[in-house]
Nanobody, 124 residues
Framework: QEKLVESGGGLVQAGGSLRLSCAASGRTFSRSCIGWFRQAPGKEREFVAAVSWSGENTHYADSVKGRFTISRDNAKNTVYLQMNSLKPEDTAIYSC?????????????????WGRGTQVTVSS
């Protein structure tokens, strides 16, 4: 059974940085694409970034390209999301998830295992 736990959220001023971590357990983690999604109050969950199981391929939402970087360390069973130049519109609950399909994907329904999320708040 996959288990994902996020950490690293918090309150930061606009222009600041945060690094989120997603610690995973489960025998399939190292072979799974891992994605980050976010959900702001009153809005639908949206894709943020994903990394392939090897770490060689990444994919980003247009809204975070050039500001966020996703990476993974399979030896530590951890995926990271480095967030720079944060904006108030980045405020949301950020969740990581493990997919069950081959390759890299941004479709929420390809992700079966989810963490509970961590709150990121960016003040103006």
């Amino acid at each position: 059974q996959e288990k994902l736990v996020e950490s690293g959220g918090g309150l930061v001023q606009a222009g600041g940085s945060l690094r989120l971590s997603c610690a995973a357990s489960g025998r399939t983690f190292s072979r799974s694409c891992i994605g980050w999604f976010r959900q702001a109050p009153g809005k639908e969950r949206e894709f943020v970034a994903a990394v392939s199981w090897s770490g060689e391929n990444t994919h980003y939402a247009d809204s975070v390209k050039g500001r966020f970087t996703i990476s993974r360390d399979n030896a530590k069973n951890t995926v990271y999301l480095q967030m720079n130049s944060l904006k108030p519109e980045d405020t949301a609950i950020y969740s990581c998830a493990a997919s069950t399909v081959d390759g890299i994907t941004n479709w929420v329904y390809d992700y079966r295992y989810w963490g509970r999320g961590t709150q990121v708040t960016v003040s103006s």
